[in-house]
């Protein structure tokens, strides 16, 4: 079992940037991938980046070259830093495990985190 708590989040102008953290409790979160999605007002939920348990990354092409995944295993903490934020960016965003290869789809992730709040002001 896998309980992740997101935090992070906030009110930022466009062009922006913020640090969403994800915090992981259980001992074998070094062999979890990892996975951050969004979900903005009526939408469904989408995939924004992933990091294998061996720090291999993978990003939707909305934001790649703008946001970074990592994770520090001994902290048991995955990140999303957001840079060069857009409008379009807000949303909120949700941390998910899995304990297996790293997926790009909601349906392959198995435990979710409560969210975190991001808005994106003009």
């Known amino acids: 079992q896998v309980q992740l708590v997101e935090s992070g989040g906030g009110l930022v102008q466009a062009g922006g940037s913020l640090r969403l953290s994800c915090a992981a409790s259980g001992r074998t979160f070094n062999r979890y991938a990892m996975g951050w999605f969004r979900q903005a007002p009526g939408k469904e939920r989408e995939f924004v980046a992933a990091?294998?348990?061996?720090?291999?990354?993978y990003y939707a092409d909305s934001v790649k070259g703008r946001f970074t995944i990592s994770r520090d295993n001994a902290k048991t903490t995955v990140y999303l830093q957001m840079n060069s934020l857009k409008r379009e960016d807000t949303a909120v965003y949700h941390c998910?495990?899995?304990?297996?290869?790293?997926?790009?789809?909601?349906?392959?992730?198995?435990?979710w985190g409560q969210g975190t709040q991001v808005t994106v002001s003009s």
């Open positions: 990091i294998s348990w061996s720090g291999t990354t």
């Open positions: 998910a495990a899995r304990n297996s290869l790293v997926a790009t789809t909601t349906s392959d992730y198995n435990y």
